[in-house]
C-alpha cells in the first residue's frame, strides 16, 4: 500500500497533484487545513492524503497502450433451428438461469393484454386518459385510481376532457413542492443511484443559494469511491468560490449556523452486497432535508422495486432530473 500526502491552495489543485502522481484509482484517507506557520508560505494551504494498492500504482505510471482498430468481417449467421427458445437462448448465454430470464422478458413483451387491454371496468368516457397514462409510464394501479377519481366527479353533461385535467392537475398539485425553505445552518443530503445527476443537481441549488440567496454555502462528498467525484465537487466549489471538505467522523454537528452544508453521497446499488456501506452514512448525518435523486428515463417499475432501498434513506423531497431527454416529463 502506498500512501503520500499531497499540499496545494486549494484542494481540486491537491487532487489534480494526486492523480497525476498515482492515477485514478487512489483512495482519499483524508484532507486538513495547513496553517501559514506550518508550510511558511503567507496564506494556509490544503493537504490531501491518499493511498494506492502496490500493483494499481505500477500500472498508473505505465505508458497507455495504443491499440489499433481491427475490423473483422460479420460471420453469416446460421438458418435458424427449430429448438425451443430456452434450449437456443442456453446455447447463445451458457446458463439456463439467464435464458430463463430472457425468456420471461420475452413472454412480457408478447403479451397483448399488457400491450392494448384497457379493463372493462374502465370508465369508457376516459379510455383515451387511461391509455395517455399507461403510455406515460404511470403504473396500472395508480392509473386506475385516477380514473375513478374522474368518474366520480364527472357530472351528467359534464365535459370529460375538462374533468380529466381538473382532476389531475389537482393530483400534481397534491404532490409538487411549490416552495422548500432553506435557511442557515441547515446540512441538505443528495442521494441517488449512479448517473441520476445528483452531484449537477447540488451545484446548481448551491449556485442559486450563492448568487440569488446570498447565503453562506458549503460544499462536502462523502463519495469515497472514485477521486473524480471531489475533482468535480471541488470545481464547482472553486467556481462558486465557496469551501469543499472531505468530511470523516461527524462533521454535520460542526456546521456553522450561518452556513448551508450540501452534501453529496456515494451512487447506491440495488444489489445487497453494495449498500450497507452507503445506506449506514446516509441516515447517520440526521440532515434537515435529503434530496432523493431519480432520472425521469428510469422506469416506474424499476422505482417501485425499489422502494424499500429508496425508504431507509429518509428522503424528504424528491427530485426528478433528465427532463429534456423525454418528451413525456420534459
Given at each position: 500500500?502506498?500512501?503520500?500526502?499531497?499540499?496545494?491552495?486549494?484542494?481540486?489543485?491537491?487532487?489534480?497533484?494526486?492523480?497525476?502522481?498515482?492515477?485514478?484509482?487512489?483512495?482519499?484517507?483524508?484532507?486538513?487545513?495547513?496553517?501559514?506557520?506550518?508550510?511558511?508560505?503567507?496564506?494556509?494551504?490544503?493537504?490531501?492524503?491518499?493511498?494506492?494498492?502496490?500493483?494499481?500504482?505500477?500500472?498508473?505510471?505505465?505508458?497507455?497502450?495504443?491499440?489499433?482498430?481491427?475490423?473483422?468481417?460479420?460471420?453469416?449467421?446460421?438458418?435458424?433451428?427449430?429448438?425451443?427458445v430456452t434450449a437456443s437462448s442456453t446455447n447463445a448465454f451458457g446458463s439456463p438461469?439467464?435464458?430463463?430470464?430472457?425468456?420471461?422478458?420475452?413472454?412480457?413483451?408478447?403479451?397483448?393484454?399488457?400491450?392494448?387491454?384497457?379493463?372493462?371496468?374502465?370508465?369508457?368516457?376516459?379510455?383515451?386518459?387511461?391509455?395517455?397514462?399507461?403510455?406515460?409510464?404511470?403504473?396500472?394501479?395508480?392509473?386506475?385510481?385516477?380514473?375513478?377519481?374522474?368518474?366520480?366527479?364527472?357530472?351528467?353533461?359534464?365535459?370529460?376532457?375538462?374533468?380529466?385535467?381538473?382532476?389531475?392537475?389537482?393530483?400534481?398539485?397534491?404532490?409538487?413542492?411549490?416552495?422548500?425553505?432553506?435557511?442557515?445552518?441547515?446540512?441538505?443530503?443528495?442521494?441517488?443511484?449512479?448517473?441520476?445527476?445528483?452531484?449537477?443537481?447540488?451545484?446548481?441549488?448551491?449556485?442559486?443559494?450563492?448568487?440569488?440567496?446570498?447565503?453562506?454555502?458549503?460544499?462536502?462528498?462523502?463519495?469515497?469511491?472514485?477521486?473524480?467525484?471531489?475533482?468535480?465537487?471541488?470545481?464547482?466549489?472553486?467556481?462558486?468560490?465557496?469551501?469543499?471538505?472531505?468530511?470523516?467522523?461527524?462533521?454535520?454537528?460542526?456546521?456553522?449556523?450561518?452556513?448551508?452544508?450540501?452534501?453529496?453521497?456515494?451512487?447506491?446499488?440495488?444489489?445487497?452486497?453494495?449498500?450497507?456501506?452507503?445506506?449506514?452514512?446516509?441516515?447517520?448525518?440526521?440532515?434537515?432535508?435529503?434530496?432523493?435523486?431519480?432520472?425521469?428515463?428510469?422506469?416506474?417499475?424499476?422505482?417501485?422495486?425499489?422502494?424499500?432501498?429508496?425508504?431507509?434513506?429518509?428522503?424528504?423531497?424528491?427530485?426528478?432530473?433528465?427532463?429534456?431527454?423525454?418528451?413525456?416529463?420534459?
Amino acid at each position: 500500500m502506498v500512501i503520500k500526502s499531497f499540499t496545494a491552495d486549494t484542494v481540486a489543485a491537491a487532487l489534480k497533484k494526486i492523480r497525476e502522481e498515482m492515477g485514478r484509482d487512489a483512495v482519499i484517507l483524508k484532507t486538513r487545513v495547513c496553517s501559514a506557520a506550518e508550510t511558511n508560505k503567507p496564506e494556509s494551504q490544503v493537504e490531501v492524503t491518499a493511498c494506492i494498492d502496490e500493483a494499481a500504482a505500477d500500472k498508473s505510471v505505465s505508458p497507455p497502450i495504443v491499440h489499433k482498430a481491427c475490423v473483422r468481417p460479420m460471420a453469416k449467421r446460421p438458418p435458424r433451428q427449430a429448438d425451443s427458445v430456452t434450449a437456443s437462448s442456453t446455447n447463445a448465454f451458457g446458463s439456463p438461469e439467464l435464458a430463463a430470464r430472457l425468456e420471461k422478458t420475452l413472454d412480457l413483451i408478447l403479451d397483448s393484454r399488457r400491450l392494448n387491454g384497457i379493463p372493462r371496468d374502465i370508465d369508457r368516457r376516459f379510455e383515451s386518459v387511461y391509455l395517455n397514462l399507461i403510455d406515460a409510464d404511470i403504473p396500472a394501479e395508480s392509473a386506475r385510481r385516477m380514473i375513478d377519481e374522474m368518474s366520480d366527479r364527472f357530472e351528467p353533461g359534464g365535459d370529460a376532457e375538462s374533468t380529466a385535467r381538473t382532476t389531475l392537475e389537482e393530483i400534481l398539485e397534491q404532490n409538487l413542492a411549490t416552495e422548500i425553505i432553506i435557511e442557515p445552518g441547515m446540512s441538505l443530503v443528495f442521494a441517488g443511484p449512479p448517473g441520476a445527476g445528483k452531484t449537477s443537481v447540488m451545484a446548481k441549488l448551491a449556485a442559486h443559494l450563492t448568487i440569488n440567496e446570498r447565503l453562506k454555502v458549503k460544499l462536502a462528498s462523502l463519495d469515497t469511491a472514485k477521486i473524480s467525484a471531489f475533482e468535480e465537487i471541488s470545481g464547482y466549489a472553486d467556481i462558486l468560490e465557496v469551501p469543499f471538505d472531505i468530511p470523516s467522523g461527524d462533521f454535520v454537528s460542526k456546521v456553522d449556523n450561518d452556513t448551508v452544508l450540501l452534501i453529496d453521497t456515494p451512487p447506491f446499488s440495488t444489489r445487497p452486497e453494495r449498500q450497507s456501506s452507503v445506506l449506514e452514512k446516509i441516515p447517520a448525518i440526521d440532515a434537515d432535508m435529503t434530496f432523493l435523486v431519480f432520472s425521469v428515463c428510469t422506469r416506474t417499475s424499476d422505482l417501485i422495486d425499489t422502494t424499500a432501498i429508496y425508504e431507509q434513506l429518509k428522503p424528504t423531497s424528491l427530485i426528478a432530473t433528465h427532463l429534456d431527454e423525454t418528451v413525456r416529463w420534459g
